[in-house]
């Protein structure tokens, strides 16, 4: 068998089905985009809205050449790469090297605790890394040890999901504390927590303003505003 067959053939675990959808926040929001939401995540977030992506069993398993196809059917969609946190997957890698040979734009989104590979730094167009605030309530060690690779990456962002005014000068520790100070303001994003649009209503406005006045980018949640708390959207 050749390895061009062994990569069709694998497979891979998912917590949702394949879906095609619009971005729902960062820099690309409203985008069509095929949702690729791998399974298994240990950071653990007490308002994480995919809480079933944690542990098994997936969904449904597709074969590389099955997701290949799936987004051909979507032509001209970019792919958004989630969880989870698909960077504990050990089916990853492959993924993104045959995401990357069919020529897709990729986007990934993780929490920044496990550091990617050149490898990977290379083959991914754009990282939207969102490191957890207290609110998460998450452990010390699922907390980024360093953020420096996001210097070597093509389209860097930073992506905070924000319940209260006062976690933007939580964000600003957070820049200090992994030595992005000088992280450019414009690839700052924050995102309003809610499950639905009622949870997320409320905080548009106060946030919306805020977040420009120091210079942040501020994005609703596109598809919790449209969808509510649905999954496969």
Same mark, same amino acid.
């Given at each position: 068998m050749?390895?061009?067959?062994?990569?069709?053939d694998?497979?891979?675990?998912?917590?949702?089905?394949l879906?095609?959808?619009?971005?729902g926040?960062?820099a690309?929001?409203?985008?069509?985009?095929? =949702?690729?939401?791998?399974?298994?995540?240990s950071?653990?977030?007490? #308002?994480?809205?995919?809480?079933?992506?944690w542990?098994?069993?997936?969904?449904?398993?597709?074969?590389?050449?099955?997701?290949?196809? =799936?987004?051909?059917?979507?032509e001209g969609?970019?792919v958004?790469?989630?969880?989870?946190?698909?960077?504990?997957?050990?089916?990853?890698p492959?993924?993104?090297?045959?995401?990357?040979?069919?020529?897709?734009?990729?986007?990934?989104e993780?929490?920044?605790?496990?550091?990617p590979?050149?490898?990977?730094?290379?083959?991914v167009?754009? #990282?939207?890394?969102?490191?957890?605030?207290?609110?998460?309530?998450?452990?010390?060690?699922?907390?980024?040890t360093?953020?420096? #690779?996001?210097?070597?990456?093509?389209?860097p962002?930073?992506?905070?999901?924000?319940?209260?005014?006062?976690?933007?000068?939580?964000?600003?520790?957070?820049l200090?504390?992994?030595g992005?100070?000088?992280?450019?303001?414009?690839?700052?994003?924050?995102?309003?927590?809610?499950?639905?649009?009622?949870? !997320?209503?409320?905080?548009?406005?106060?946030?919306?303003?805020?977040? !420009?006045n120091r210079?942040f980018?501020?994005?609703?949640?596109?598809?919790? !505003?449209? #969808?509510?708390?649905?999954r496969?959207?």
């Amino acid at each position: 068998m050749t390895k061009l067959k062994e990569k069709a053939d694998f497979r891979v675990s998912l917590a949702d089905p394949l879906f095609f959808s619009l971005q729902g926040e960062g820099a690309t929001i409203g985008r069509p985009s095929v =949702f690729i939401r791998l399974m298994g995540c240990s950071v653990g977030c007490v #308002w994480c809205d995919t809480k079933y992506s944690w542990s098994g069993p997936p969904v449904e398993e597709r074969s590389i050449a099955e997701i290949l196809g =799936f987004c051909e059917e979507h032509e001209g969609a970019q792919v958004v790469v989630t969880g989870g946190e698909p960077l504990e997957s050990p089916q990853f890698p492959t993924l993104i090297k045959a995401l990357h040979a069919a020529g897709l734009r990729v986007e990934v989104e993780t929490a920044g605790h496990v550091p990617p590979s050149e490898d990977l730094l290379e083959r991914v167009d754009q #990282w939207n890394v969102s490191p957890k605030l207290q609110s998460a309530q998450i452990p010390e060690e699922k907390q980024p040890t360093t953020l420096d #690779w996001l210097r070597r990456t093509k389209e860097p962002y930073l992506k905070f999901v924000v319940h209260r005014a006062n976690e933007l000068d939580e964000i600003e520790s957070v820049l200090e504390k992994y030595g992005l100070g000088d992280f450019p303001r414009s690839r700052v994003i924050v995102s309003p927590g809610g499950k639905t649009r009622e949870q !997320m209503e409320h905080r548009l406005f106060a946030l919306a303003e805020l977040s !420009m006045n120091r210079g942040f980018r501020f994005t609703p949640r596109l598809h919790v !505003m449209l #969808w509510g708390d649905k999954r496969g959207v």
